[in-house]
């Protein structure tokens, strides 16, 4: 887990690295200022030499100003080095998350990803340059503390000791408790910034069904699950504190009482107990910021875990070792297939034995569930299946590079998602160097183009975060221009027209019809309209085939789809999730 943190400092190793060097020399002239300041009381205002006070003052100055900009070097390279941590972890897990497959957004949920980018992150930064500076102050400031107190009293010194050991024990119990409410911690934002994506995303939704106040009893129930870990966490914390000032005092009060008595027997000066305080608060500040650093560690030990996951997850997808680069036509075979979203979980797919042509348009109807979408996300290889196999243009979709593949089935998915940036931009996902007029071809054919070239800006007009300033019908026909600017050999629509008007659907199909008559269409819909002129139609039912075959024979053999296609035409819903005659 470390290893896999620690990889990621990368170029700002040198930074690293030096932060450690000046502390050190920070620290060394920090110690010498109370021993400089002992010989003030003792050899300047004790004797009443002006020019001592003058020589060692003089000395002191120059120790605090080398030890300042020790400080100031060691905070810069600091703060460099864990600013760079923190761009590379994000970077690392964001081009890892890029490889991911479905199922791998699936396992790690979005709000969870989210997390680990922004918080789980800021916490390894704020570790890591704790760890860069205070794991080494403190230490070398406790040590060389310690080493000046024995150089001075080593009887009274014990005080210190004794004060380190109760100390230590105390730290111990608290951190190892402390540890567990973090990680419990970190789980409760996960599920916090689950409720506000969810409602952010949703958010024309909530209000139109009047829901706020639902909602805000979903956040608060999330937020007070945080409020409640936060509040054990921070409450055991604030132990350190008080317990911290309790040792210190008793220390002051131990350490008056015997060096009164030093002084009295000549063993120990006024300036030399003078000093043994500012070490004392040395020692023991020095402990306090261990204890910190301890704390920091604990709580970001749980976000380095996750972080580490993301990084090292490997894909369940891979390209093979030698991957077919080309796809040699638009033909899909379904060899007895088997899949499951979950490993060892109920099947969505069972027995699916289809075998589609090049250039056929292949309809797909079936109930909420029976599995169209996955039917399909198995032709791009989306998703690997369980058992069997899936061909595109007679070979098995996993010995394909996944580029090439997911080139050539261009898939236009069930929810219509559109970027930030202009109509051009949009489409050019497509195809990155796809001219003006090969965009203006490819809206053509999904019908966008009258309602592009009537905006303003036509195709420079500005398309809103999620496309919120078009409308679905728009935006669906703006995602299947998009997906036709690949030039496939397959071209899927999963449900891809539901919000499109029944005239511009037909349009829509009459133009596949007419420029692309080689391109195997695969269309999922839910109007027996939009798929009746296909060549064949699929109708799914509980993750099976329950038919295959055009659209009159299906009329008289397959109960399940004559009976959709009567309540349908004859003014019904046809909807299939109602119960069935």
């Known amino acids: 887990m470390f290893r896999t943190i620690l990889r990621q400092v990368r170029q700002y190793k040198a930074a690293a690295l030096l932060t450690p060097l000046w502390t050190t020399l920070e620290v060394v002239m920090g110690v010498l200022i109370p021993y400089v300041t002992a010989s003030i009381i003792d050899k300047g205002i004790g004797a009443g030499s002006l020019p001592d006070v003058y020589r060692y003052g003089a000395m002191m100055i120059g120790i605090a100003c080398l030890s300042l900009l020790f400080g100031i070097l060691a905070g810069r390279f600091a703060a460099y080095s864990s600013t760079g941590l923190a761009a590379n972890l994000r970077l690392a897990m964001y081009e890892n998350i890029q490889r991911f497959s479905f199922s791998d957004i699936d396992k790690f949920s979005t709000a969870g990803l989210v997390t680990r980018m922004t918080t789980d992150v800021s916490s ?166 261990l204890s910190m650093i301890f704390v920091q560690l604990t709580q970001s030990a749980a976000s380095a875990a996750r972080i580490a996951e993301v990084i090292d997850e490997e894909p369940d997808m891979a390209d093979p070792a030698e991957p077919v680069t080309e796809v040699p036509d638009g033909r899909i075979d379904f060899n007895h297939v088997y899949f499951s979203y979950k490993q060892g979980g109920d099947y969505a797919l069972e027995d699916i034995d289809l075998h589609i042509r090049a250039g056929e348009t292949i309809g797909i109807i079936g109930g909420t569930g029976s599995g169209k979408s996955s039917l399909v996300n198995l032709m791009a290889r989306l998703y690997d299946v369980s058992e069997g196999s899936v061909e595109v243009g007679g070979i098995d979709v996993r010995k394909y590079a996944m580029q090439v593949l997911r080139d050539e089935v261009a898939m236009v998915l069930q929810k219509s998602t559109l970027f930030s940036g202009t109509i051009l931009d949009n489409l050019r996902w497509g195809k990155a160097d796809a001219t003006l007029e090969e965009c203006r071809e490819a809206c053509r054919q999904a019908c966008a183009d009258e309602f592009v070239e009537s905006f303003p800006d036509r195709y420079d007009t500005v398309i809103d975060q999620g496309g919120t300033n078009v409308s679905g019908g728009q935006r669906q026909r703006l995602c299947i221009a998009r997906a036709l600017l690949k030039h496939p050999k397959v071209l899927v629509l999963d449900d891809s027209t539901s919000a499109v008007d029944t005239a511009t659907d037909a349009a829509i199909r009459a133009t596949f019809n007419a420029r692309i008559p080689g391109t195997t269409k695969v269309i999922i819909s839910q109007r027996i309209l939009s798929i009746q002129e296909a060549d064949r139609i699929v109708v799914m039912d509980n993750g099976r085939v329950a038919a295959f075959d055009t659209h009159e024979n299906l009329l008289r053999t397959c109960d399940i789809y004559s009976e959709i296609y009567e309540m349908q035409t004859s003014g019904g819903s046809g909807d299939f999730d109602e119960p069935q005659a």
Not at 144 to 155: E, N, P, Q, T, V
Not at 168 to 175: A, D, G, H, K, P
Request: contains cysteine.
């Open 124 to 289: 390894i930064q704020s570790a890591f340059q704790m760890l860069l500076r205070i794991s080494f102050r403190a230490p070398l400031n406790m040590v060389s503390a310690l080493g000046m107190c024995f150089l001075i009293h080593k009887r009274l010194s014990i005080i210190f000791l004794v004060a380190m050991l109760i100390l230590s024990v105390f730290l111990t119990v608290l951190i190892t408790r402390a540890a567990k409410l973090f990680k419990q911690i970190l789980l409760k934002v996960d599920a916090l910034n689950g409720v506000v994506q969810e409602n952010v995303d949703a958010i024309r939704v909530v209000k139109a069904f009047v829901r706020e106040d639902h909602e805000m009893s979903k956040f608060d129930k999330a937020a007070l699950g945080l409020y409640t870990m936060n509040v054990k966490a921070e409450t055991l914390m604030a132990l350190n504190g008080p317990v911290m000032n309790l040792i210190v005092n008793a220390c002051i009060i131990t350490l008056s009482w015997w060096g009164a008595h030093f002084i009295v027997e000549g063993s120990l000066t006024t300036g030399q107990l003078t000093s043994l305080f500012s070490y004392i608060m040395t020692v023991l500040t020095s402990l306090m910021m």
